[in-house]
């Protein structure tokens, strides 16, 4: 074979075995890089509505519904200097009470207002801090005179008072007879069923300062017990006073305090399902079912009830004629504000509410409504 031919099947043949070997390289060289992962944002939380719609329901005095279809009361107007600073629009939609959080829970509402706090509205909704914590209270018919005075004095307190008293005269008579049992034995009698008598009898007039002169101490210590005695007497004369003139309900008048075991036994009224309905059943009260408030003033009116159970503010704000309201010792209630859960406005109105809260406004607002001092 010629050279030249040779050289071009040479030159042919390495061209034939160097194409295939760079169409691989390039092959295997041309997979895709891996793909980088890419951030999945979270959902977005349902944007809010540029006019909120803003559930209410009427609470005197929290919020009360005007003949001219307006809402005012204390926790209405909290609200209104709230979302002016704020700059929310909103409009106010009247609704039944127990409906509140449902609408907030089903979307209904974006805020709800004023919501009376209870693990039941928790799981539903979010709640905003307690703008007011509202005793429980109980409307019941006022009796008049001598029976009021004797009703209120045989309660528990008063039977607590005068146990409480008893122990201290019992102490008290009895360091006296242990001194001058000796040498005083003809007014403190040595034997130690009469001479704690004695002491007591001493003890008691000592206290209300009476003084009959019949029993008197004659040692140095009997007569240093006996000054410091008449000194305390002074101040458990005073106490005593001021708790009968209390549980009578006379005087500057204000009502008792009405216990949880007060309640027992009596016919007692209540909106079932209200937060007021579960702390009943908490401190085991037993109780009526009532549509409303003003159903139960007047079943307790009619005699069919004994007492209705309700926020004691709102119930002084619906009471008139002889219905009086007492405060009990019940738990109170928390008012606030619902809102869906997560909400982003719950924290931006929990800041709003407690700066207004601690400030001069509020307690203005709670005494022009009557919502208390």
Sequence with gaps: MPPLLAALALLLAFLAASVPARVGAQTLTADPPPLM?????PAPVSPERETLVVGIAEMPPYAIAMEDGAWSGAAVDLWRMT?????????LVAAQ??????GVADGSFDLALPLVASAEAERAVDLTVAIEA???????????????????????QFLIIVATLSVLLLVVGAIIWVIERRRNETQFSPGIVRGLGDGFW???????????GDKAPVTLAGRAVAMIWMLVGLVVSAALTASLVTLAGVGDGTQRIVL????RGERVGVVPGSAVAGLLDDAGIAHEPVDTVEAGLEAVRSGRLDAFA?????????????????ETRIRPLHVTV?????????????????????????????RRYGAGE
């Design 338 to 366: 619902a809102a869906p859960e997560g909400s982003s406005l719950v924290e931006t109105l929990d800041r709003a509410f407690l700066d207004r809260l601690a400030g001069p406004g509020w307690l203005e607002l709670r």
């Design 37 to 41: 992962p890419i951030p999945v944002a």
């Design 260 to 263: 949880p075991e007060d309640l």
């Design 134 to 156: 509202a005793p429980v209270g109980v409307a019941r018919m006022r009796t008049n005179g001598i029976l009021e005075v004797v009703r209120n004095l045989l309660g528990v």
């Design 83 to 91: 979302a002016e600073e704020l700059g929310l629009d909103y409009e």
């Design 202 to 212: 001493w003890a008691g007039v000592t206290l209300t300062t009476i003084g009959y």
């Design 97 to 102: 009470g127990r409906a509140l959080a449902q």
């Design 310 to 326: 309700g926020p004691a503010p709102t119930l002084s704000a619906a009471v008139s004629g002889r219905l009086v309201v007492e």
